[in-house]
């Protein structure tokens, strides 16, 4: 999956066809809503740090990647390098370099498998225009459509792993949350399982919840299942998912290249 093609089908997790449950791991993780609460007093009593509109935690859309990993609020290597550079919460999800690995050969599998299917597909379109329609041409014409086909067929093939697997990176992303960047831009932000907006809003929260603290701000509903409202930003939206009636994601998303 590409850059531009990734900003965002992060945004419904439904919109990605072949999206896979998260796993129970990346399920159980708790990057948490609040600083450690100093000996002696109670978690209430720590600082909340809210999911708002300009960020989460020391995070801001306004940082590029080194400012972010300069916060200290992200590990310091990605979990993800395809379509985008991707960082947990610290306390979230550590990179897993052969699970990595494996994502970077199947995306060279696509370009390779694609641009072999282009060719296949010119050698048997130039064929066909410059030959005429003798036994023997047609028999060549032939065998090398079905070149043409077996190749587009692995295509094809490679490109629906790919997608399979870019469904479950995203929603490993979208329910352990973190940060995603182009370069050193941040494109990116999705909150933490335990984040809570100054208004509220968690996830788990209702739509009548949800709408109540918003629709005065903006929050308009775009498409099945999502809500956005301008952000702290221009280019910028705040994004709430919203499946079975419940909060399923908030994120903060980069909406101009």
């Known amino acids: ?105 199947l995306e060279n599998e696509v370009e390779k498998a694609a641009k072999a299917a282009d060719a296949a597909r010119a050698k048997a379109d130039e064929y066909r225009r410059t030959h005429g ?33 870019s469904g479950e990176r995203l929603t490993a992303f979208l329910t352990a949350g973190g940060v995603s960047f182009t370069g050193e831009r941040m494109t990116t932000i999705a909150a933490p399982p335990n984040a809570t907006t100054a208004e509220g809003v968690s996830r788990g929260s209702s739509l009548d919840q949800l709408r109540a603290a918003y629709d005065s701000k903006g929050l308009k509903s775009t498409s099945e299942g999502r809500y956005e409202m301008a952000a702290g930003q221009p280019g910028w939206t705040m994004t709430f998912d919203v499946e079975a009636g419940k909060v399923a994601y908030m994120m903060l998303r980069a909406t101009e290249a």
Do not use: W
């Not at 089908?9 to 600083?35: E, F, N, P």
């Not at 209430?44 to 590029?64: E, N, P, V």
């Not at 014409?141 to 792993?161: G, Y």
């Open 1 to 105: 999956m590409r850059n531009g093609e990734r900003n965002h089908t992060i945004g419904r997790r439904g919109l990605l066809v072949g999206a896979l449950a998260a796993t129970a791991a990346l399920a159980g993780c708790s990057t948490g809503t609040q600083d450690a609460a100093a000996p002696g007093t109670s978690s209430a009593a720590a600082t909340m740090q809210h999911f708002g509109s300009d960020g989460y935690g020391k995070l801001r859309i306004t940082m590029t990647r080194s400012e972010a990993l300069a916060t200290g609020d992200l590990i310091t290597s990605p979990v993800s390098t395809v379509g985008g550079d991707d960082y947990s919460f610290v306390g979230g999800p550590a990179p897993d370099p052969s699970r990595m690995a494996a994502d970077e050969k």
């Open 133 to 165: 329609r003798s036994a023997q041409e047609s028999a060549r014409s032939a065998r090398l459509a079905a070149d043409s086909a077996a190749a587009a067929a692995k295509s094809i093939e490679t490109m629906a792993a790919s997608t399979e697997r």
